[in-house]
């Protein structure tokens, strides 16, 4: 089993920077890849960022690319999500996930949530 806490939520204005944050502990020696998703009030969750633990290219949503950031900690089993120019669409709870011997994510973490107010 994997588990997941992810911290660093909390309410910003339009513009400003928050950084997210998620450690992962147990059984994560075989972690492919880790990565952040979010759900916004009446919408469904979406991809945000992915970073493989092999050192890869990160992935992005379209929509946050380019004011967003993932990196890792491999020594502290530690993700990473830093946000800047925050806009309100970008208001959501973030959840962390991680894909372990899986072709999918398949350990979520609690969620954290973002809100970014005008």
């Given at each position: 089993?994997?588990?997941?806490?992810?911290?660093?939520?909390?309410?910003?204005?339009?513009?400003?920077?928050?950084?997210?944050?998620?450690?992962?502990?147990?059984?994560?020696?075989?972690?492919?890849?880790?990565?952040?998703?979010?759900?916004?009030?009446?919408?469904?969750?979406?991809?945000?960022?992915?970073?493989?633990?092999?050192?890869?290219?990160?992935?992005?949503?379209?929509?946050?690319?380019?004011?967003?950031?993932?990196?890792r900690?491999?020594?502290?089993?530690?993700?990473?999500?830093?946000m800047?120019?925050?806009?309100?669409?970008?208001?959501?709870?973030y959840?962390?996930?991680?894909?372990?011997?899986?072709?999918?994510?398949?350990?979520?973490?609690?969620?954290?949530?973002?809100?970014?107010?005008?």
């Amino acid at each position: 089993q994997v588990q997941l806490l992810e911290s660093g939520g909390g309410l910003v204005q339009a513009g400003g920077s928050l950084r997210l944050s998620c450690a992962a502990s147990g059984r994560t020696f075989n972690t492919i890849e880790m990565g952040w998703f979010r759900q916004a009030p009446g919408k469904e969750r979406e991809f945000v960022a992915a970073i493989t633990w092999s050192g890869g290219r990160p992935v992005y949503a379209d929509s946050v690319k380019g004011r967003f950031t993932i990196s890792r900690d491999n020594a502290k089993n530690t993700v990473y999500l830093q946000m800047n120019s925050l806009k309100p669409g970008d208001t959501a709870i973030y959840y962390c996930a991680t894909r372990v011997l899986s072709n999918t994510f398949n350990y979520w973490g609690q969620g954290t949530q973002v809100t970014v107010s005008p």
